[in-house]
């Protein structure tokens, strides 16, 4: 009886994750805002109004290429792993291990990546919106908190996006006799370890 070998899964449903947990989180505090009858968003407003709505799809898919660009790079031993099995090359231990160590950790990391890319961008585009807006010191954090918003919503949202892909598709190729214990991970999440 021949057994067919199950097709290698493809990494193109990690980023189409990451871009619709980027939209919905986007989306919540576009919704927030719309529903938010406060006087912060005078400023937000005017600056829409006045053709600024330009920039928001800029700096959405500004901060998509960023995490893009991060997540192929934190995926690479992932990535490699698969194409060497796609090729029928073999495959060498440390390789091996390093993309199981990796694919274990990869929904920890890209949500931190995620996060941590809002956090960047927010810095920088908070400041440049308060001089170009005139905005007041309370407009100021008011929209940087907002900005946290969609980076933290957005960011919880992709890990469990991403950790239901890695168990859903990546797992089974990776351990297909099990034994995800058995795999030394050199990076583990210290609060989970106090849940177990």
């Given amino acids: 009886m021949d057994v067919k070998p199950q097709p290698l899964p493809k990494l193109t449903g990690l980023y189409v994750r ?36 330009t920039l928001i799809p800029i700096f959405i898919f500004g901060a998509g290429m960023i995490v893009s660009i991060l997540q192929f790079w934190i995926q690479r031993p992932i990535s490699s792993y698969l194409s060497s099995r796609a090729q029928a090359e073999k495959i060498h231990n440390p390789l091996e291990l390093k993309a199981r160590q990796r694919l274990l950790n990869l929904p920890v990391f890209l949500c931190l990546t995620n996060l941590f890319m809002w956090l960047f961008l927010n810095i ?3 400041p440049v919106l308060y001089l170009i807006l005139d905005m007041t010191l309370s407009s100021l954090l008011y929209n940087f908190f907002r900005v946290l918003m969609i980076g933290i919503i957005s960011s919880f949202i992709f890990f469990f996006l991403i950790d239901d892909f890695v168990r859903e598709k990546l797992v089974p190729g990776f351990f297909p006799a099990g034994q995800l214990a058995a795999t030394s991970s050199r990076f583990q999440v210290w609060f989970l370890l106090f849940l177990s």
Avoid: H
Wanted: charged share 10%; glycine share 10%; no cysteine.
């Fill in 124 to 126: 920088i585009f908070t």
């Fill in 18 to 53: 990451n871009l619709a947990a980027n939209l919905i989180g986007n989306l919540t505090i576009a919704l927030l805002n719309i529903f938010t009858p406060l006087d912060f968003l005078k400023d937000w407003r005017a600056f829409l109004a006045g053709g600024g709505w």
